[in-house]
């Protein structure tokens, strides 16, 4: 998370031209000036702010994109402030412009700040830890000793270079990365120092995390721009093909194009709706869906069974087909006067609580002397409530029943002009029976058949199917999505969790008294351990001296990596 | 069987209910007995010299025995555990009772799991006993690492303050999973989720007395008349800080992998791995404002009491989508049992 | 907070420049990927955020024309009519086949059943067959439909087998209710309407071209 802050603070000249003191910035100088605004960490700050911010109106209004039925109704109730919102893209809050505009500015930001990172990264991990500072005293975890082993113990006496060598060694096992320099040589003392980086790939990671969150913004981008996602309304018995033809409704990305429809057809065999029956707190509970279908490609001549549940979409052809919702549909045929068919059809009735009370909307623009339109309710599980209304007291079908107004005159399909199917015009329709003509409405057990008013016909409900509502869904990008956000995760843990720190041992040879050794550290981002990690590398260099062979490293010089320091 | 086991889990909360609030009054009779400067608390973090001080207790000259003579060793900051604090009588009770209601409380949770028959987390009611009860949980683990006992009132008193809400508003009977949250997505989404709520629960609350320290030292600084008596014996607000840090990164890890857990679902569910809705939403804007706390920590002048206001606006955040959306928004994730 | 003072002015506005063009090429990339703004005017992105739950996809009325040479494979397929009839792609070579894909309360369905029973009985004399294919309805629904508006040629209900629209998805499928596509004698796609026919001469001249063809 840490950005270079430090670029712009520390080039004050740069940071502050203003057109009075240099009024010949030039259009190359305000791009760069402008440039170091929006990469600064300040920025950064304030757009990710901002983001949040912005990301609020979306979650209060409907969206076009998840709702847009609710941003119908939403015109509906809000006639006046609905199109000024609607100039705003409130409905359209996260492909809007002014939401747009922060996270490109946030991600350009961050590319800004993330490439010379990176460049200025892969440069430090191929240079040597920077060299011991002078006093160490001032370090973070300082510990000073005294060595006083004469030699008497171990047969000859620790020199500055065996404790270097050792204290060398003792890092690199560690994973960190190693330099000794030589120190202010007098006549009194000689000083030679190891200096030890690690943690490297907390800024690896770091890096990481950043880039991949582009990289998870332009899959994301991908994927939205050439997937596509459509749903269909399925009645038992019926079949769906992945084409454009057979969608309710179909929402297409940028680049969609009609060849990406993978063909196929899925059959609804049967919706399976367990509900539950013991628990007395939750009866009636929809405890499982199960869809049973016949899925067929088009090459192949048979079909397979399988299932489809929520949260087990089905694989086929590039897309998953997702069980969304479920309802019933009526089965419901007209008659004309002389008892002959004129509609007959399963149509869904869209539910309207936890009971199933469904309401739908029936049109029959063919065969009888008017077009009429029925509209009513389907209760799975008829009730009377006290005031006489019909209720659902059960999800199942239990005790059905089917209430239809009739209106007849013209149903507007004739115009070519779209509908809704699940509501009526009455505009041009005239009410047949129902609270307002006197005349009462239509009220239909399965098998059972009744009159139409003025002798238009008969209207008959023989029997009652489900239905279910499946989406198709197609993003070409997912797979790359889901790396980019374990690249992420990945970067984001080792960025937070792995210490980068610097450690120095210092070995100072007396010409008369004892070998003097310091230690410190020096925390590079958070790191709670790093005093204790001083005091433990102090305790086991003690420990690998006493214990050191004499002989492996007498008077070794670790000429190899030794920096000569003015 | 169902119905034995969950009416004895209400009691079970029922009873964590009045343990907890003991303890809320205890742990605030603590604080209360901080000013008076008779009773000498010193908290182990509190005690941040900056001193260099010879030490010779140190397990580190004991390693060196007589090898090597010691000459001086820096300390800036504590090692919680290396000398016990000195804690007052009240102090231990109130975390007594605390752990006592924890316990019930873990009881409570666990008997409802088992009525149900599947994770207690599967509605509001649930998911604010489970919620709460992980609150108290990462309180008291994280006490094992660093004595936080002085943020007792603010974390009860925020679990009492939801117990009581969720009990008296959301209680439902156990009533088997919807096909909806019938995946295994539930079990690690959810309790994240929850894990992360408890972190930056511990966060928001450092960071809160973090700001009245800093407040207090300035006052110190400019010879103002200090409030709040108590905020003596904490530790210095740098030390908050570093902590509330710590606390809310480990909580923006677990929300960073609640919205990975959430997207993983909701492509399985719903058909579409982010679809903005309501939920989804005010996830995202918590974790942003998170990250900018993060960032807003290692931006010069934002450091220290600016960052610490995040911290604060992030979990208010946090509740909101926990109390608010849930109830009230309309989305996808309003299956919540009400 | 690590920070790079160590840099070299001249080679920081080298690289300074290179870093710009990097930023501009992704950055154009990511507007193009993204569509910004919102300002999708596509008519298929229009008819879903419009939520008028018409329940079907719409067409605008654009015509697919394919050369001869261009034409994918002769589509098969094998269904039974309102009547039950069976019926397989193999009785219709050797003609123009014109297949509408329509339902009874799909309002440009209606609004195009003159034109198109029009142009039927114009062109049976020359061998040119009408096939409908309803995506929707039951036999009775149907019926009436065919009955209203004088309907002479028959229909393959569809909506329970789906075969005639799975035979006919694909490249050039019936990608909008209702959807006109007209067969060469080899039984290939030849032309599509996707939507309402704007006017009868439209189909007219797309079935002459396809008459004119020299059969092979």
Same mark, same amino acid.
């Given at each position: ?18 057109? +009075? ?31 949040? #911010? ?5 979650? =209060? ?9 609710? $941003? ?49 990264? !892969? ?56 330099? $000794? ?26 890096? $990481? ?38 969608? /309710? ?8 194009? /009609? ?25 009636? !509970? ?36 997702? &069980? ?25 009735? =869209? ?7 469904? &309401? ?35 999800? /199942? ?31 041009? #329709?005239?009410? =047949? ?10 009220? #239909? ?15 008959? =409900? ?70 204790? +990690?001083?005091?433990? &590398? ?29 | ?338 | ?216």
């Amino acid at each position: 998370m840490t950005r270079s802050t430090e670029r712009i603070d520390a080039e004050p000249t740069e940071r502050t031209p203003t057109a +009075v003191s240099q009024p010949r910035l030039g259009i190359i100088g305000w791009g760069r000036w402008a440039w170091r605004q929006l990469t600064s960490m300040r920025t950064a700050l304030f757009l990710l702010l901002l983001l949040a #911010l912005a990301a609020v109106p979306g979650s =209060l209004f409907p969206q076009r994109t998840a709702d847009p039925n609710g $941003v119908v109704q939403y015109f509906k109730e809000n006639p006046g402030l609905a199109p000024i919102l609607d100039k705003f893209q409130v409905f359209d809050a996260y492909t809007s412009f002014w939401f747009s505009s922060i996270y490109l500015l946030l991600f350009l930001s961050l590319i800004g700040c993330v490439l010379p990172r990176t460049v200025h990264h !892969l440069r430090a991990i191929r240079t040597a830890p920077p060299r011991t500072p002078a006093r160490l005293s001032r370090m973070p975890g300082f510990i000073a000793l005294d060595l006083n082993d004469d030699g008497k113990a171990t047969g000859s006496a620790v020199t500055a270079p065996d404790a270097i060598a050792a204290a060398r060694s003792l890092l690199r096992r560690r994973g960190y990365r190693v330099a $000794v320099f030589e120190g202010a040589q007098t006549k009194d003392s000689t000083e030679l120092s190891v200096s030890a980086e690690r943690g490297y790939l907390r800024e690896a990671g770091n890096l $990481v995390f950043h880039i991949a969150l582009l990289g998870i913004l332009i899959t994301v981008g991908i994927g939205g721009g050439f997937g596509y996602n459509g749903n269909r309304v399925v009645v038992e018995g019926q079949t769906m093909i992945n084409t454009l033809a057979a969608y /309710d409704s179909f929402n297409p990305g940028r680049f969609f194009t /009609d060849a990406e429809l993978s063909p196929y057809s899925i059959r609804l065999d049967k919706l399976a709706v367990t509900y539950e029956t013991q628990n007395k707190d939750a009866r009636g !509970l929809p405890t499982d869906y199960t869809a049973t279908v016949t899925a067929r490609t088009q090459d192949s001549r048979n079909g397979y069974k399988t299932t489809i549940k929520v949260n087990e979409p089905l694989n086929i052809g590039g897309t998953n087909v997702y &069980l969304l919702g479920n309802g019933y549909a009526p089965h419901i045929t007209v008659r004309d006067p002389r008892g002959h068919v004129v509609f007959s059809d399963f149509v869904p009735f =869209l539910p309207q609580d936890s009971n199933l009370t469904s &309401l739908g909307v029936v049109k029959v623009p063919d065969g009888l002397q008017q077009q009429i339109g029925m509209m009513g309710f389907f209760y799975p599980t008829k009730a009377v409530a006290q005031n006489g209304a019909f209720y659902s007291s059960y999800p /199942d079908v239990k005790a059905p029943m089917l209430t239809l107004n009739v209106y007849s005159g013209d149903l507007g399909l004739n115009g070519g002009v779209p509908r809704s199917v699940y509501t009526l015009d009455t505009s041009r #329709l005239k009410q =047949l029976t129902g609270v307002s003509t006197g005349v009462k409405s239509i009220e #239909l057990a399965p098998g059972y058949s009744q009159q139409l008013p003025d002798g238009l016909g008969s209207v008959s =409900l023989d029997g009652v199917s489900r239905f279910a509502s499946f989406q198709v869904n197609h993003d070409p990008a997912q797979g790359w999505v889901l790396l980019f956000t374990v690249c992420a995760f990945g970067g984001l843990l080792t960025s937070l969790f792995v210490p980068r720190r610097r450690l120095w041992v210092k070995a100072i040879g007396q010409a008369s008294g004892p070998l003097r050794l310091e230690y410190a550290g020096l925390a590079r981002g958070d790191d709670p351990q790093l005093e204790t +990690v001083v005091e433990t &590398l102090a305790q086991n260099h003690i420990e690998a001296l006493r214990n050191r062979d004499p002989g492996a490293s007498d008077g070794r010089h670790p000429e190899e990596d030794t920096r000569r320091t003015t | 069987m169902t119905d034995t086991l969950s009416q004895l889990s209400l009691l079970l909360i029922i009873g964590a209910i009045a343990i907890y609030a003991a303890a809320f009054v205890t742990f605030a009779l603590d604080l209360a007995r901080r000013r008076s400067p008779s009773v000498t608390v010193i908290s182990a973090v509190a005690r941040h010299a900056e001193a260099e001080t010879p030490t010779s207790t140190t397990r580190l000259a004991n390693a060196i025995g007589n090898t090597g003579v010691l000459v001086r060793q820096s300390t800036t900051s504590a090692d919680a555990h290396e000398e016990r604090p000195q804690t007052s009588g009240v102090l231990r009770a109130a975390f007594v009772l605390t752990l006592v209601g924890f316990g019930l409380h873990l009881g409570a949770d666990v008997l409802r799991g088992i009525a149900a028959g599947r994770v207690p987390w599967a509605n509001m009611w649930e998911f604010s006993m489970t919620g709460t009860l992980i609150i108290v949980g990462v309180f008291l683990l994280v006490t094992l690492k660093y004595d936080l006992r002085f943020l007792g009132t603010f974390v009860i008193g925020l679990v009492l303050l939801l117990l009581g809400i969720a009990s008296a508003r959301y209680y439902v009977p156990v009533a088997p999973l919807p096909p909806a949250l019938q995946s295994y997505w539930l079990v690690i989404h959810v309790i994240v989720a929850i894990i992360a709520t408890g972190f930056f629960a511990l966060g928001f609350a450092l960071s809160g007395v973090q700001l009245l320290k800093a407040r207090r030292e300035r006052q110190e600084t400019d010879a103002r008349p200090p409030q709040f008596a108590f905020l003596r014996t904490l530790p210095k607000w740098a030390a908050l800080e570093n902590l509330a840090y710590r606390m809310n990164i480990v909580g923006f890890i677990l929300w960073t992998f609640t919205l990975i857990a959430g997207a993983i679902w909701a492509e399985k569910a719903w058909g579409r791995y982010w679809g903005w809705d309501t939920k989804e939403v005010w996830t995202f804007i918590i974790w942003v404002l998170y990250a900018g706390y993060i960032h807003a920590r290692a931006t010069r002048g934002w450091r220290g009491s600016r960052s610490a206001w995040l911290a604060l606006i992030g979990f208010s955040a946090v509740m909101f989508n926990f109390g608010i959306v849930n109830v009230f928004f309309k989305g996808l994730h309003s299956y919540s049992g009400l | 907070m690590f920070a790079r003072n160590d840099r070299d002015a001249q080679a920081g506005r080298l690289r300074a420049r290179v870093r710009a063009r990097v930023v501009l090429a992704v950055s154009t990339a990511l507007l193009l990927s993204l569509g910004l703004a919102g300002c999708t005017n596509d008519a298929l992105a229009q008819q879903y955020r419009d939520g008028s739950s018409k329940n079907y996809v719409a067409g605008d009325g654009s015509i697919t024309e394919i050369t001869v040479k261009n034409r994918g494979k002769p589509i098969r397929f094998s269904a039974d009519l309102e009547d039950g009839t069976p019926i397989t792609s193999s009785a219709y070579t050797g003609r123009v086949v014109v297949v509408n894909f329509w339902y009874a309360g799909c309002p440009p369905c209606r609004a195009e059943a003159p034109d198109l029973e029009k142009t039927y009985t114009a062109f049976s004399s020359q061998g040119v067959r009408f096939l409908g294919v309803n995506v929707r309805d039951q036999a009775a629904t149907a019926r009436s439909f065919a009955s209203e508006f004088g309907i002479t040629y028959p229909s393959v209900l569809d909506v329970d087998r789906g075969t005639m629209q799975l035979a006919f998805s694909g490249v050039v499928a019936p990608n909008a209710v209702p959807t006109t596509i007209v067969l060469d004698r080899n039984g290939r796609v030849a032309a599509r309407v996707l939507g309402k026919i704007p006017d009868a001469s439209v189909l007219e001249a797309l079935i002459t071209t396809v008459l004119k063809e020299p059969s092979q």
